[in-house]
Protein backbone atom coordinates (compact mmCIF):
# COMPACT_ATOMS: atom_id res chain seq x y z
CA UNK A 1 0.00 0.00 0.00
CA UNK A 2 1.95 3.39 -1.25
CA UNK A 3 2.16 5.86 1.57
CA UNK A 4 0.14 9.15 0.04
CA UNK A 5 1.24 11.34 2.80
CA UNK A 6 4.85 11.40 0.98
CA UNK A 7 2.92 13.58 -1.46
CA UNK A 8 1.61 16.04 1.19
CA UNK A 9 2.69 19.57 0.50
CA UNK A 10 3.46 22.17 1.13
CA UNK A 11 6.54 21.05 3.61
CA UNK A 12 9.97 22.25 4.35
CA UNK A 13 11.88 19.77 3.84
CA UNK A 14 11.42 17.23 0.51
CA UNK A 15 11.08 13.50 1.74
CA UNK A 16 13.03 10.94 0.51
CA UNK A 17 13.13 11.27 -3.51
CA UNK A 18 12.44 7.39 -4.84
CA UNK A 19 10.15 6.82 -2.13
CA UNK A 20 8.35 9.65 -3.07
CA UNK A 21 7.99 8.76 -6.62
CA UNK A 22 7.14 5.66 -5.85
CA UNK A 23 4.16 6.95 -4.00
CA UNK A 24 3.43 9.58 -7.23
CA UNK A 25 3.42 6.65 -9.55
CA UNK A 26 0.88 4.84 -7.33
CA UNK A 27 -1.21 7.74 -6.98
CA UNK A 28 -1.15 8.51 -10.63
CA UNK A 29 -1.96 5.38 -11.80
CA UNK A 30 -4.48 4.17 -9.49
CA UNK A 31 -7.76 3.53 -9.99
CA UNK A 32 -9.22 5.74 -7.93
CA UNK A 33 -6.63 8.03 -6.98
CA UNK A 34 -5.81 8.76 -10.86
CA UNK A 35 -6.51 11.10 -13.35
CA UNK A 36 -8.59 10.22 -16.87
CA UNK A 37 -5.82 11.64 -18.96
CA UNK A 38 -3.10 8.66 -17.72
CA UNK A 39 -5.41 6.31 -16.28
CA UNK A 40 -6.46 5.58 -20.48
CA UNK A 41 -2.53 6.39 -21.09
CA UNK A 42 -1.94 3.36 -18.97
CA UNK A 43 -2.97 1.41 -21.27
CA UNK A 44 -0.36 1.77 -23.96
CA UNK A 45 2.82 2.14 -22.33
CA UNK A 46 4.14 -1.73 -22.40
CA UNK A 47 4.86 -1.88 -18.66
CA UNK A 48 3.23 -1.89 -15.24
CA UNK A 49 4.03 1.77 -14.55
CA UNK A 50 3.40 0.90 -10.18
CA UNK A 51 5.16 -2.31 -10.60
CA UNK A 52 7.87 -1.13 -13.05
CA UNK A 53 8.95 2.29 -12.13
CA UNK A 54 11.38 2.25 -9.16
CA UNK A 55 13.74 5.33 -9.49
CA UNK A 56 13.66 8.27 -11.33
CA UNK A 57 16.08 6.82 -13.96
CA UNK A 58 12.79 4.68 -14.79
CA UNK A 59 11.20 7.92 -15.75
CA UNK A 60 12.90 7.63 -19.07
CA UNK A 61 10.78 4.95 -20.44
CA UNK A 62 7.80 6.93 -20.44
CA UNK A 63 6.78 8.67 -23.79
CA UNK A 64 6.55 12.08 -24.31
CA UNK A 65 3.03 13.22 -23.78
CA UNK A 66 3.31 16.43 -23.39
CA UNK A 67 1.89 17.25 -27.24
CA UNK A 68 -1.70 16.10 -25.75
CA UNK A 69 -2.18 18.13 -23.23
CA UNK A 70 -3.03 20.88 -25.86
CA UNK A 71 -6.32 19.40 -26.33
CA UNK A 72 -6.83 17.42 -23.03
CA UNK A 73 -9.92 18.46 -21.14
CA UNK A 74 -9.00 20.41 -18.02
CA UNK A 75 -11.34 17.77 -16.19
CA UNK A 76 -9.02 14.71 -17.66
CA UNK A 77 -6.22 15.98 -15.83
CA UNK A 78 -7.38 16.14 -12.44
CA UNK A 79 -6.25 13.87 -10.25
CA UNK A 80 -9.61 11.42 -9.19
CA UNK A 81 -7.67 11.70 -5.48
CA UNK A 82 -8.67 15.50 -5.19
CA UNK A 83 -12.47 14.55 -5.39
CA UNK A 84 -14.13 18.24 -6.00
CA UNK A 85 -11.26 20.58 -5.80
CA UNK A 86 -10.99 23.20 -8.83
CA UNK A 87 -7.78 23.11 -10.51
CA UNK A 88 -6.16 26.62 -11.23
CA UNK A 89 -5.62 26.08 -14.79
CA UNK A 90 -2.77 27.55 -16.70
CA UNK A 91 -0.88 27.71 -20.06
CA UNK A 92 1.98 27.67 -21.65
CA UNK A 93 3.10 30.43 -24.69
CA UNK A 94 2.31 28.90 -27.60
CA UNK A 95 5.28 29.66 -29.13
CA UNK A 96 5.19 26.03 -31.20
CA UNK A 97 1.57 25.43 -31.96
CA UNK A 98 -1.37 25.70 -29.90
CA UNK A 99 -0.58 26.20 -26.34
CA UNK A 100 -0.46 23.50 -23.99
CA UNK A 101 -2.51 23.28 -20.31
CA UNK A 102 -1.67 22.44 -16.51
CA UNK A 103 -4.36 21.57 -13.98
CA UNK A 104 -2.59 22.89 -10.73
CA UNK A 105 -4.71 22.38 -7.94
CA UNK A 106 -5.06 24.06 -3.94
CA UNK A 107 -1.94 22.13 -2.74
CA UNK A 108 0.46 22.59 -4.84
CA UNK A 109 -0.29 26.51 -5.82
CA UNK A 110 0.43 26.87 -2.00
CA UNK A 111 4.06 25.07 -2.09
CA UNK A 112 4.82 26.89 -5.03
CA UNK A 113 4.00 30.32 -3.84
CA UNK A 114 5.86 30.30 -0.79
CA UNK A 115 8.97 28.74 -2.47
CA UNK A 116 8.60 32.21 -4.62
CA UNK A 117 7.65 34.45 -1.75
CA UNK A 118 11.31 32.58 -0.48
CA UNK A 119 13.13 33.28 -3.66
CA UNK A 120 11.66 37.02 -4.02
CA UNK A 121 13.10 37.65 -0.19
CA UNK A 122 16.86 36.46 -1.13
CA UNK A 123 16.83 37.91 -4.11
CA UNK A 124 16.64 41.34 -2.62
CA UNK A 125 12.95 42.30 -2.42
CA UNK A 126 11.57 45.96 -1.11
CA UNK A 127 9.09 44.16 1.24
CA UNK A 128 6.27 47.33 1.59
CA UNK A 129 6.87 49.09 -1.70
CA UNK A 130 5.37 48.58 -4.71
CA UNK A 131 6.04 45.90 -7.10
CA UNK A 132 5.23 46.57 -11.43
CA UNK A 133 4.85 43.27 -13.65
CA UNK A 134 5.66 43.85 -16.76
CA UNK A 135 4.50 40.09 -17.62
CA UNK A 136 1.42 38.62 -18.68
CA UNK A 137 -1.38 38.11 -15.89
CA UNK A 138 -3.00 34.94 -18.23
CA UNK A 139 -3.59 32.11 -19.38
CA UNK A 140 0.03 32.03 -18.01
CA UNK A 141 0.55 31.20 -14.11
CA UNK A 142 4.01 34.14 -13.56
CA UNK A 143 0.74 36.59 -13.37
CA UNK A 144 -0.90 34.85 -10.97
CA UNK A 145 2.49 33.94 -8.17
CA UNK A 146 3.27 37.35 -8.33
CA UNK A 147 0.40 38.56 -7.22
CA UNK A 148 0.43 35.96 -4.73
CA UNK A 149 3.67 36.80 -3.88
CA UNK A 150 3.49 40.66 -3.42
CA UNK A 151 0.41 40.11 -1.08
CA UNK A 152 2.63 37.93 1.31
CA UNK A 153 5.32 40.44 1.30
CA UNK A 154 3.01 43.52 2.29
CA UNK A 155 3.20 44.77 -1.55
CA UNK A 156 0.78 46.42 -3.55
CA UNK A 157 1.12 44.43 -7.51
CA UNK A 158 0.87 46.64 -10.15
CA UNK A 159 0.37 45.08 -13.82
CA UNK A 160 0.02 46.32 -17.70
CA UNK A 161 -1.94 44.95 -20.37
CA UNK A 162 0.57 42.31 -21.77
CA UNK A 163 -0.09 39.83 -24.31
CA UNK A 164 3.26 38.25 -25.20
CA UNK A 165 1.32 35.72 -27.77
CA UNK A 166 0.57 38.73 -29.57
CA UNK A 167 3.39 40.13 -29.71
CA UNK A 168 4.97 37.23 -31.03
CA UNK A 169 3.06 37.26 -34.24
CA UNK A 170 4.48 40.84 -35.38
CA UNK A 171 7.93 39.97 -34.44
CA UNK A 172 9.64 39.25 -37.85
CA UNK A 173 8.05 42.37 -39.05
CA UNK A 174 10.54 45.09 -37.05
CA UNK A 175 8.48 48.00 -36.63
CA UNK A 176 5.47 46.07 -35.26
CA UNK A 177 7.30 44.82 -32.75
CA UNK A 178 8.92 48.27 -31.75
CA UNK A 179 5.18 49.94 -31.61
CA UNK A 180 4.19 46.87 -29.39
CA UNK A 181 6.94 47.56 -27.22
CA UNK A 182 6.37 51.69 -27.24
CA UNK A 183 2.93 50.56 -25.89
CA UNK A 184 4.01 48.59 -22.88
CA UNK A 185 6.68 51.25 -22.06
CA UNK A 186 4.12 53.88 -21.93
CA UNK A 187 1.81 52.44 -19.38
CA UNK A 188 5.11 50.94 -17.32
CA UNK A 189 6.07 54.90 -17.30
CA UNK A 190 3.11 56.21 -16.07
CA UNK A 191 2.54 53.65 -13.05
CA UNK A 192 6.61 53.94 -12.01
CA UNK A 193 6.45 58.51 -12.46
CA UNK A 194 3.04 58.07 -10.36
CA UNK A 195 3.33 55.16 -7.93
CA UNK A 196 5.90 53.73 -4.98
CA UNK A 197 7.28 51.05 -7.19
CA UNK A 198 11.12 49.43 -5.83
CA UNK A 199 10.40 46.59 -7.70
CA UNK A 200 10.38 45.38 -11.01
CA UNK A 201 8.85 41.77 -12.25
CA UNK A 202 9.83 42.17 -16.05
CA UNK A 203 11.38 39.80 -19.12
CA UNK A 204 14.69 40.76 -20.23
CA UNK A 205 13.73 41.70 -24.07
CA UNK A 206 11.66 44.12 -22.33
CA UNK A 207 13.79 45.61 -19.76
CA UNK A 208 16.54 46.01 -22.75
CA UNK A 209 13.87 47.80 -25.17
CA UNK A 210 13.29 49.89 -21.66
CA UNK A 211 16.49 50.84 -21.56
CA UNK A 212 17.40 52.09 -24.19
CA UNK A 213 14.73 54.89 -23.47
CA UNK A 214 16.56 58.00 -21.45
CA UNK A 215 13.30 58.92 -19.86
CA UNK A 216 12.04 55.33 -18.32
CA UNK A 217 15.54 54.43 -17.58
CA UNK A 218 16.15 57.42 -15.63
CA UNK A 219 12.84 56.52 -13.34
CA UNK A 220 13.88 52.77 -13.16
CA UNK A 221 17.42 53.64 -12.16
CA UNK A 222 15.62 56.56 -9.03
CA UNK A 223 13.19 54.77 -7.91
CA UNK A 224 13.67 50.92 -8.36
CA UNK A 225 15.87 48.72 -5.93
CA UNK A 226 15.01 44.46 -6.91
CA UNK A 227 14.43 43.73 -10.52
CA UNK A 228 13.68 40.31 -11.61
CA UNK A 229 14.05 39.06 -14.89
CA UNK A 230 12.17 35.75 -16.15
CA UNK A 231 10.10 34.44 -19.04
CA UNK A 232 12.58 34.78 -21.70
CA UNK A 233 16.46 34.39 -21.92
CA UNK A 234 19.45 37.01 -21.11
CA UNK A 235 22.98 36.90 -22.36
CA UNK A 236 25.89 37.84 -19.69
CA UNK A 237 27.17 40.97 -22.12
CA UNK A 238 23.17 42.06 -21.92
CA UNK A 239 23.43 41.67 -18.07
CA UNK A 240 26.19 43.40 -17.64
CA UNK A 241 25.00 46.72 -19.67
CA UNK A 242 21.45 46.17 -17.16
CA UNK A 243 23.49 46.03 -14.31
CA UNK A 244 26.26 49.05 -15.24
CA UNK A 245 22.53 51.14 -15.94
CA UNK A 246 20.86 50.18 -13.04
CA UNK A 247 23.83 49.73 -10.50
CA UNK A 248 21.87 50.54 -7.06
CA UNK A 249 18.91 47.70 -8.14
CA UNK A 250 19.95 44.05 -6.74
CA UNK A 251 18.87 42.21 -10.52
CA UNK A 252 18.38 38.44 -10.53
CA UNK A 253 16.40 36.25 -12.80
CA UNK A 254 14.99 32.79 -12.32
CA UNK A 255 14.39 29.78 -14.60
CA UNK A 256 10.88 28.30 -14.78
CA UNK A 257 7.92 26.86 -17.17
CA UNK A 258 4.37 26.80 -17.06
CA UNK A 259 5.37 22.71 -17.80
CA UNK A 260 7.78 21.99 -14.50
CA UNK A 261 4.79 23.81 -12.49
CA UNK A 262 7.23 26.29 -10.89
CA UNK A 263 10.75 27.74 -11.28
CA UNK A 264 14.10 26.85 -10.08
CA UNK A 265 15.86 28.11 -7.24
CA UNK A 266 18.31 30.48 -7.92
CA UNK A 267 21.30 28.96 -6.70
CA UNK A 268 23.13 32.72 -5.89
CA UNK A 269 20.66 35.75 -7.17
CA UNK A 270 23.44 37.78 -7.24
CA UNK A 271 26.39 36.00 -9.01
CA UNK A 272 27.06 36.67 -12.73
CA UNK A 273 26.59 33.50 -13.93
CA UNK A 274 23.00 32.11 -12.67
CA UNK A 275 22.68 28.67 -11.85
CA UNK A 276 19.39 27.03 -11.62
CA UNK A 277 18.59 23.80 -9.36
CA UNK A 278 15.26 22.17 -9.65
CA UNK A 279 12.89 21.88 -6.83
CA UNK A 280 14.06 17.85 -6.53
CA UNK A 281 12.38 15.43 -6.34
CA UNK A 282 9.17 17.56 -7.32
CA UNK A 283 10.81 18.50 -10.48
CA UNK A 284 13.62 17.32 -12.21
CA UNK A 285 16.34 17.66 -14.97
CA UNK A 286 18.52 15.90 -17.07
CA UNK A 287 21.07 17.22 -19.56
CA UNK A 288 21.06 15.26 -22.59
CA UNK A 289 23.16 14.73 -26.50
CA UNK A 290 21.08 13.79 -29.41
CA UNK A 291 21.09 10.11 -28.43
CA UNK A 292 19.31 10.93 -24.72
CA UNK A 293 22.68 10.49 -23.10
CA UNK A 294 23.55 13.00 -20.17
CA UNK A 295 26.59 15.38 -21.59
CA UNK A 296 29.81 15.72 -19.26
CA UNK A 297 29.39 18.24 -16.54
CA UNK A 298 30.22 21.72 -17.97
CA UNK A 299 28.75 21.03 -21.24
CA UNK A 300 25.95 21.96 -23.11
CA UNK A 301 22.95 19.68 -23.86
CA UNK A 302 18.81 19.31 -24.12
CA UNK A 303 17.42 20.09 -20.76
CA UNK A 304 14.69 17.12 -20.45
CA UNK A 305 11.83 17.77 -17.90
CA UNK A 306 10.32 15.42 -15.13
CA UNK A 307 7.54 17.14 -12.56
CA UNK A 308 5.85 14.70 -10.32
CA UNK A 309 3.63 15.73 -7.47
CA UNK A 310 0.32 14.95 -6.43
CA UNK A 311 -0.79 17.38 -8.61
CA UNK A 312 -0.07 16.59 -12.14
CA UNK A 313 2.41 13.62 -13.21
CA UNK A 314 4.51 15.19 -16.49
CA UNK A 315 8.09 12.69 -17.24
CA UNK A 316 10.15 13.13 -19.79
CA UNK A 317 9.63 16.17 -21.49
CA UNK A 318 11.83 17.12 -23.82
CA UNK A 319 12.18 21.15 -23.29
CA UNK A 320 12.24 23.78 -25.79
CA UNK A 321 15.88 24.94 -24.21
CA UNK A 322 19.44 23.97 -24.65
CA UNK A 323 21.82 24.52 -20.88
CA UNK A 324 25.22 24.03 -19.88
CA UNK A 325 25.17 20.64 -16.86
CA UNK A 326 25.94 21.82 -13.68
CA UNK A 327 26.15 19.29 -10.80
CA UNK A 328 22.96 19.47 -8.02
CA UNK A 329 22.72 20.37 -4.75
CA UNK A 330 23.93 17.22 -2.21
CA UNK A 331 21.14 14.76 -2.11
CA UNK A 332 19.14 16.58 -4.98
CA UNK A 333 18.60 14.03 -7.91
CA UNK A 334 19.62 14.93 -11.42
CA UNK A 335 21.20 17.96 -12.76
CA UNK A 336 21.17 21.71 -12.50
CA UNK A 337 21.96 23.98 -15.31
CA UNK A 338 22.45 27.33 -16.36
CA UNK A 339 23.46 29.41 -19.59
CA UNK A 340 19.68 28.07 -20.94
CA UNK A 341 19.23 29.48 -24.24
CA UNK A 342 16.29 28.21 -26.60
CA UNK A 343 16.92 25.73 -29.02
CA UNK A 344 16.38 27.33 -33.04
CA UNK A 345 13.92 25.21 -33.75
CA UNK A 346 11.61 23.01 -31.80
CA UNK A 347 8.62 20.72 -32.66
CA UNK A 348 8.97 22.34 -36.48
CA UNK A 349 8.61 25.59 -35.81
CA UNK A 350 10.81 28.73 -35.58
CA UNK A 351 11.34 29.23 -31.88
CA UNK A 352 10.55 33.08 -31.54
CA UNK A 353 10.87 35.16 -28.35
CA UNK A 354 9.23 38.49 -28.61
CA UNK A 355 9.02 40.25 -25.58
CA UNK A 356 8.26 36.93 -23.31
Known amino acids: MAD ?82 VPLVFESGGTTGAPKRTAQLPDWVEQVTRWQTGDFARGGFVSGAGLLGLMPSGPHGVGYF ?33 TYIAHLAEQARHVIETQNIANLHVTPPLLTALARDDGIAALIAEKVRFILLSGAHVDADTLDVLRDLFPDAAITMVYGSTMILSQCATRDPAADVFVFDPRSPYVTFRVVDGTGEEVPYGMRGRVVMNHVSRSMFIPNNLERDTAVRVLGPDGAVGDSVSDVTPVEEFEGERIVEGVY
Open 4 to 85: FSLLDVPRDAPPDPEAYLRAAVAWHFGEETGSPFWLRAKESLGFDPVAEIRTHADLRRFPDRLGALRDAPIEDLVPRGYGDA
Open 146 to 178: SRAVAGRLGSAYHTVDFDPRWAKRPVAGGSARE
